[in-house]
């Protein structure tokens, strides 16, 4: 085994952070070191099954070193007919199979339309029956999360369908990966929407940006809880942008702690407070001046 310094800069670390997989770190790693990815499995002890979920998770991360590949063709998308779909279900056994499948887990039976859109995933993005029944579940626990008590459409599934396309994931444990990286970034948004006092509803699309962004600073709990506190003080309530004003200027100057906040408080009103002083000065001199 080969031993490097490793450079890992800040954007890599807190990926690595925020995927909570001691593998993938491990792994990412070795590689960096300047080791050979097939030679994980002995170097480090690794099952084949415990290699390929840590190196599915580095490459849902942009941290594996090979490219991702979209498996979405170039060109239009194509358009498929119910003849497609009659023959599809006459003469391949899986799509039969994969289409019993889905309308279990939706609870329902799908018409031409949605078998059109199921023959889609299977012909043109290439998705495995097994990862389509993954994808399937994903997006009926997340529309769950949302408070839709009713089971996705295949529209909705679609589109998901094909950003899994364009991150590459085709793969069982590709696509675990990703739902874990998922599930620990719904985790983190809950505990800023706990922090924000935000109950029974789900955040807008903008007040979602805004908390990525937040969210990507790595900021512990007390600082925003500290950031949240101020913006209310001086606002009223929750203000967003009020609040990420905050923590954009904290981040800049490299707060990272309650502590570290307190003190550059204290810096900055001890120097208002003599720069006021100095400006006093200057005009009991005027003064003394004026009187001679």
């Avoid at 939706?106 to 012909?123: A, M, S, V, W």
Wanted: proline share 3%; charged share 25%; aromatic share 6%.
């Amino acid at each position: 085994m080969n031993i490097q310094p490793i450079h890992i800069d800040t954007a890599e670390l807190r990926k690595l952070l925020g995927t909570s997989s001691g593998d993938a770190a491990l792994l990412f790693l070795y590689i960096r070191s300047g080791n050979d990815p097939q030679t994980a499995c002995a170097q480090l002890n690794f099952t084949s099954t415990r290699l390929s979920c840590a190196a599915a998770t580095l490459r849902q991360l942009g941290l594996w070193p090979e490219e991702k590949r979209s498996a979405i063709a170039p060109g239009e998308r194509p358009q498929y007919s119910e003849k497609d779909v009659l023959e599809a279900m006459d003469q391949q056994a899986s799509f039969r199979l994969l289409r019993g499948e889905v309308q279990r887990l939706l609870g329902r039976n799908l018409n031409t339309e949605d078998l059109k859109i199921l023959l889609g995933f299977q012909h043109y993005l290439g998705l495995p029956p097994e990862v389509v029944s993954v994808l399937v579940t994903f997006c009926k626990d997340r529309a769950r999360m949302r408070g839709n008590l009713r089971a996705p459409s295949l529209r909705t599934i679609e589109k998901e369908a094909y950003h899994w396309a364009e991150l590459g994931i085709d793969t069982l444990e590709s696509a675990a990966a990703y739902i874990q990286t998922q599930n620990n970034r719904n985790s983190k948004i809950h505990q800023l929407m706990d922090i924000l006092q935000i109950r029974g509803r789900t955040l807008t699309a903008a007040e979602e940006r805004f908390a990525n962004a937040w969210l990507g600073m790595e900021l512990p709990r007390e600082v925003i809880a500290l950031a949240y506190e101020r913006t209310c003080l001086n606002t009223g309530g929750l203000n967003w942008n009020y609040m990420n004003k905050i923590l954009t200027r904290w981040q800049e100057a490299g707060f990272k702690t309650v502590e570290d906040i307190r003190t550059g408080d204290r810096k900055s009103t001890e120097k208002t407070a003599k720069r006021q002083l100095d400006e006093d000065e200057k005009a009991a001199i005027a003064r003394m001046l004026q009187e001679v």
